[in-house]
């Protein structure tokens, strides 16, 4: 059964850090390409940051220099390490897998950056 499973979200202060884990079945992990994305309320789910099996990256700027993301092949986990977090950061962050055409989502993990 191919699934991914998030966790790692909460609620955090402005200039503080999180880091997201995503483990996904094996069968959707390797060699896959792993992204992240996030929905805030009122907003459309948008693209945070991929990893490709080679460990290429590529991340949308609001989040460059602050956002990291990688990849433990042995434990079939996809990282999003989130530092200097800010309220616009704020959303339901999901991980998903892409293997050719197909595409798998995970479920979503809260992330609240708030004072």
């Known amino acids: 059964q191919a699934q991914l499973v998030e966790s790692g979200g909460g609620l955090v202060q402005p200039g503080g850090s999180l880091r997201l884990s995503c483990t996904a079945s094996?069968?959707?992990?390797?060699?896959?390409?792993l992204g992240w994305y996030r929905q805030a309320p009122g907003k459309q789910r948008e693209f945070v940051t991929f990893i490709r099996s080679g460990g290429a990256t590529n991340y949308t700027d609001s989040v460059k220099g602050r956002f990291t993301v990688s990849r433990d092949n042995a434990k079939n986990t996809v990282y999003l390490q989130m530092n200097d977090l800010k309220p616009e950061d704020t959303a339901v962050y999901y991980c998903?897998?892409?293997?050719?055409?197909?595409?798998?989502w995970g479920q979503g993990t809260q992330v609240t950056v708030s004072s």
């Open positions: 094996r069968s959707i992990f390797s060699g896959a390409r």
């Open positions: 998903n897998s892409v293997l050719g055409v197909r595409v798998y």
